[in-house]
């Protein structure tokens, strides 16, 4: 029903920025709430940022306020992360997902499409 193709990680150094973008297949994206989550080598994989389907309600998660901004553009069926201030924690490989239920959701089982993942390695 849905296809979701991250890109735009990479290497950075710390203290410098990563937009990533999520294109989304189907014409029924703005329908969707989108997630940003991540998954560090050997970790459980955590939420990141949501933002609702029509971008009047965003979650982040702690450890990313302040230097993380989720949006998304429907007419062009993508959402961004962009990623300023980045720490070597930040490393991982960074998911895209889309949602179809009533509420926003910082929960990985909300999620019902899932991107590759596309990896952002942050060096010191």
């Known amino acids: 029903q849905v296809q979701l193709v991250e890109s735009g990680g990479g290497l950075v150094q710390a203290g410098g920025s990563l937009r990533l973008s999520c294109a989304a297949s189907?014409?029924?994206?703005?329908?969707?709430?989108m997630g940003w989550f991540r998954q560090a080598p050997g970790k459980e994989r955590e939420f990141v940022a949501a933002?609702?389907?029509?971008?009047?309600?965003?979650y982040y998660a702690d450890s990313v306020k302040g230097r993380f901004t989720i949006a998304r553009d429907n007419a062009k069926n993508t959402v961004y992360l962009q990623m300023n201030s980045l720490k070597p924690e930040d490393t991982a490989v960074y998911y895209c997902?889309?949602?179809?239920?009533?509420?926003?959701?910082?929960?990985?089982?909300?999620?019902?499409?899932w991107g590759q993942g596309t990896q952002v390695t942050v060096s010191s």
């Open positions: 997902a889309a949602s179809n239920r009533v509420g926003l959701s910082r929960r990985l089982y909300a999620y019902n499409y």
């Open positions: 189907g014409r029924t994206f703005s329908s969707y709430h």
């Open positions: 933002i609702s389907w029509n971008g009047g309600n965003i």
